[in-house]
């Protein structure tokens, strides 16, 4: 199907090769630094950063450019530790009878418990939704790849918090559907990520951990 006038010119900064490399490691530079943390300081954030990288994650490639996510960002500490309460259930059982005991062995490393005051801690919880579906006047249209999107979303959303030094956890207390309720989201949507951000705690720690190095993840076809 024809759709008219659906095109605009694209608006592209073409670089010099030397340019492209300059930019390419300074951005690599930049994220190998990104550490998971647990350990955050309660002091605020400005406002205009959780917006403008939640900005950055809605520009994400989405399949048929549904755009299938949204994004609750939750300051009010009541709010968060309702929601730390029922995450800290969900991971008690997980860590004394969902999880297999290789799991419990491979996250030994982290040392890391059902408790989890980092929800407390942190200013701000960002809580990534996914669509399934879309709702229109009570109508249901389908999103497509909507897990490619959210993930290419969330990956971008972590970039763009490390790039304004904030500090971020990825975490995800399967089952999450309390997220829902707590927060009032449709039915129509999941809860895939509850990611604390602020600045990290000034005793905080990480482990001693190594990334796979670039020959163990590429592989160049020429």
């Known amino acids: 199907m024809k759709v008219e006038n659906a095109s605009v010119r694209l608006e592209f900064e073409k670089l010099t090769p030397k ?3 300059t ?3 300074a951005f690599y530079d930049l994220m190998k630094k990104r550490r998971t943390v647990r350990h955050f300081s309660t002091q605020p954030v400005p406002e205009s950063v959780i917006e403008n990288a939640i900005k950055a994650a809605g520009t994400a490639p989405s399949g048929a450019h549904k755009q299938p996510w949204h994004f609750c960002v939750v300051k009010n500490p009541d709010l ?3 929601i730390r309460l029922a995450a800290e259930k969900e991971e ?3 860590y004394e009878a969902r999880f297999s005991e290789s799991f419990k062995k491979d996250l030994a490393t982290f040392e890391t418990s059902f408790i989890k005051e980092f929800i407390d801690d942190a200013p701000v919880i960002i809580v990534v939704f996914k669509e399934n579906y879309r709702l229109r006047n009570g109508v249901r249209f389908k ?3 909507v897990n490619e999107s959210i993930g290419i979303a969330s990956g971008i959303l972590i970039a763009a918090l490390h790039h304004a030094g904030m500090a971020t956890l990825t ?3 399967n089952p ?4 829902n309720e707590i927060l009032e989201r449709p039915g129509n949507e999941t809860p895939v990520l509850l990611m604390p951000v602020g600045f990290p705690d000034e005793n905080a720690e990480v ?3 190594k990334r796979k190095r670039t020959w163990e993840i590429m592989h160049v076809y020429e």
């Open 171 to 173: 975490h995800t207390p």
């Open 19 to 21: 340019e492209s490399q």
């Open 207 to 209: 482990p001693d951990l």
């Open 80 to 82: 968060k530790h309702k």
């Open 143 to 145: 999103n497509y790849y």
């Open 23 to 25: 930019k390419a490691l």
């Open 176 to 179: 999450m559907k309390f997220l």
């Open 92 to 94: 008690k059982q997980n």
